[in-house]
């Protein structure tokens, strides 16, 4: 079973920020939180990946609690091109990788 | 880079008929996962390799399912005999080393069994 749970679906206005969030309370202290997207009928894509502190990269910002019980992706400027199902994971070395059904966000002109 | 490839695209076959699909990962990267995904049960790991060794089969649903690869460009995930359950799209991916989940996804193999 996933470890992280998020909210099924969102909307959001084009061109305005989208807060994707996710809660891994059970998270352990050296497993890393990671995003991944699914486009429809395309494989999934890393976005982001994160321990303790915030992150930034070209696509999106990851912000992480100071307890790490949850995190939230940040999409600055959704497009419509951002539409898809936003995949929240967690784990270490070794572990299984388990996906969640995630969020599918949906980008709204 | 070309990234992850995986052939076929589509299948579509028969009952009782052996499928394999392929998978060529990206030059350089170590470690190599296949998953299935369905409507029903999301996205699945199935086996993943590194270093060409498998680590972790615990995902293969049962016997019919083998995967393999010879070399570190290659692995193929073969089903013997198929059934209409096994209808799925199956993913390919590969990551720089095994302690990452910074895993690279083919474009998948989208298997119809009849």
């Known amino acids: 079973d996933a470890k992280t749970t998020q909210p099924p679906s969102m909307d959001c206005a084009e061109g305005r920020a989208a807060n994707l969030p996710c809660n891994h309370s059970?998270?352990?202290?050296?497993?890393?939180v990671y995003w991944y997207r699914q486009i429809h009928s395309q494989g999934p894509q890393y976005i982001i990946h994160?321990?303790?502190n915030n992150e930034t990269n070209e696509m999106a910002s990851l912000i992480i609690t100071e307890d790490r019980k949850s995190s939230t992706l940040i999409l600055p400027h959704a497009t419509l091109r951002d539409t898809a199902v936003y995949y929240c994971?967690?784990?270490?070395?070794?572990?299984?990788?388990?996906f969640g059904p995630g969020t599918r966000l949906s980008v709204l002109p | 880079d070309a990234g992850v490839i995986q052939s076929p695209r589509h299948e579509v076959t028969e009952m009782g008929q052996e499928v394999t699909l392929r998978c060529k990962p990206i030059?350089?990267?170590?470690?190599l996962f296949w998953y299935r995904q369905t409507m029903m049960r999301g996205l699945e790991l199935l086996i993943y390799?590194?270093?060409?060794?498998?680590?972790?089969d615990s995902g293969m649903p049962e016997d019919r399912f083998s995967a393999k690869m010879p070399n570190a460009s290659f692995s193929t995930l073969k089903i013997q005999p198929s059934e209409p359950r096994d209808s799925a799209v199956y993913f390919c991916?590969?990551?720089?080393?095994?302690?990452?989940?910074?895993?690279?996804f083919g474009p998948g193999t989208r298997l119809t069994v009849l």
């Open positions: 991916a590969s990551s720089p080393n095994q302690g990452t989940r910074e895993q690279f």
């Open positions: 059970t998270i352990s202290g050296n497993e890393y």
């Open positions: 994160g321990l303790k």
């Open positions: 994971t967690s784990g270490n070395y070794g572990q299984n990788f388990v």
């Open positions: 030059s350089g990267h170590n470690s």
């Open positions: 390799f590194n270093n060409n060794v498998p680590i972790d």
